[in-house]
C-alpha cells in the first residue's frame, strides 16, 4: 500500500545566464535548485590544454559556436605559421 503526502516546500532558484565572452552574444540561461548538488550545466564552455616546456597551459572561457570555430581556426593557423604539424 503507498500513501502520498504533499508538503509545500521554499526553495530557491538561481538562473545563470551565459554570454560569449568574445562577441557577448547571449548563449542561454540555466537554473539551479538550491535543494540539489549545486551542480548546473554550463553553456558555451570552452577548454583546452597542452602541455609545452614542461608545463600545462589552460584556456577556459565561454563561447558561442561562430567564436568557438573562430578561434580554433586562429590558432591552428597561428600554430602552422610557426611551423608545428598535426602528429
Known sequence: METTKEIEVETTVTIHTFNCDKCGAFIGEIEEYEYGDD????????????????????????????????FIQEFTEMLEKHGYKID
Not at 554550463?42 to 563561447?63: A, D, H, M, P, Q
Request: charged fraction near 35%; hydrophobic fraction near 20%.
Open 39 to 70: 551542480y548546473y550545466e554550463s553553456l558555451g564552455e570552452y577548454e583546452t590544454k597542452y602541455f609545452f616546456e614542461k608545463r600545462w597551459w589552460v584556456k577556459k572561457t565561454t563561447f558561442c559556436d561562430n567564436c568557438r570555430n573562430s
